[in-house]
Every structure is written in structure tokens, then in C-alpha cells.
């Protein structure tokens, strides 16, 4: 993750008062950073941090799994999602994303107050390798040792 984060935020139309304060009382950080979201939460974003906001369909229309599939691309380094639990278990379109982020170790938070902690670490600051990252670059190298051609000795 380079110093400057892109994040991922997603919120249930319940919760647009949270987004809301929270952009409000994160909108510092938030503007060092690039933000990510579907229409609804883009619109409230671009409003409350006054910085674009990279706009991506609404979850009806695809916006969730362009959000997976900047996952697997390494495009996002973090997601911020606001919903009750039940909202978001109940959403397997949102399980997928969380499934996802979780098999390429980027960070999640799926309420307030881990955002929060998210937002106001010191790492957030400073580039930082994942260990998925990690464990990408040992594979890469133990498979490059085992695609080594193998000189045998000749048998007399």
C-alpha cells in the first residue's frame, strides 16, 4: 500500500446521517486520500469532503463487484462499510466484496468506530507492504526455484 490510500466506502441508505458525521469528522484524512463509492454514498461524500470522489455504479447496477474487481486488482487498500448487521449479512453481493477484501488482506471496518481507528493510525500515513503482498512474492520466488531446470549427471 503506497502512502496515499485508496478506500472503498459503502453504507445502507439507513445509515446516510453516519456517513455523514463521520466524513464530516474524518474529512482531513479522507481529503489526503483516494475515495471510492457508489452513486448514493458518492454523492454524500462529494458533499461533505468537497473533493471529487471516484464515482462507481450504484450497487444495483454492478457498483459492488467493480469494488471486487478493484480488489483484485490492488486498487483498493481499505473498506468502510456502514449498515446494521443485518443489512450486511443479508447482502451477499456486500459478503462477496468482504470475502474478497479479506482474501487479499486489505483492511475492513464495518462500523463507526473501527473507521475511525482505521483512519486515525499511524500507518495510515506511511506506505505499508500487506502480507498478502508477502506471501505473493515468496510463491513467485519458490515457483521460479522450481521452474529451474534440473541438470542431471549422465550414467555410466
Known amino acids: 500500500m503506497k502512502k496515499t ?10 445509515k446516510k446521517t453516519d456517513l ?10 479522507l481529503t489526503g486520500h483516494e475515495v471510492f463509492a457508489p452513486a ?37 487498500d481499505a473498506i468502510i462499510i456502514f449498515g446494521d448487521a443485518e443489512d450486511v449479512f443479508e ?31 499511524s500507518l495510515l500515513e506511511k506506505d505499508y507492504i500487506t502480507h498478502a503482498s508477502q506471501k505473493k512474492t515468496q510463491l513467485n520466488r519458490y515457483f521460479t526455484e522450481i521452474d529451474k531446470p534440473v541438470h542431471l549427471a549422465k550414467a555410466s
Do not use: P
Not at 471529487?52 to 454492478?62: D, F, I, P, S, Y
Not at 453481493?93 to 483512519?119: E, G, P, Q, S, Y
Open 91 to 121: 447482502a451477499k453481493d456486500l459478503n462477496a466484496i468482504i470475502k474478497t477484501a479479506i482474501d487479499h488482506d486489505i483492511i475492513v471496518a464495518a462500523n463507526r468506530t473501527t473507521a475511525d481507528f482505521v483512519l486515525h493510525s
Open 20 to 29: 455523514i458525521e463521520w466524513s464530516y469528522f474524518n474529512k482531513e484524512i
Open 40 to 76: 448514493f454514498e458518492g454523492n454524500v461524500l462529494e458533499g461533505t469532503l468537497n473533493k471529487k470522489v471516484n464515482r462507481l455504479e450504484a450497487r444495483q447496477m454492478g457498483g459492488y463487484r467493480e469494488i471486487c474487481k478493484l480488489i483484485t486488482d490492488n486498487k483498493i
Open 5 to 14: 490510500k485508496n478506500i472503498a466506502v459503502i453504507a445502507f441508505e439507513n
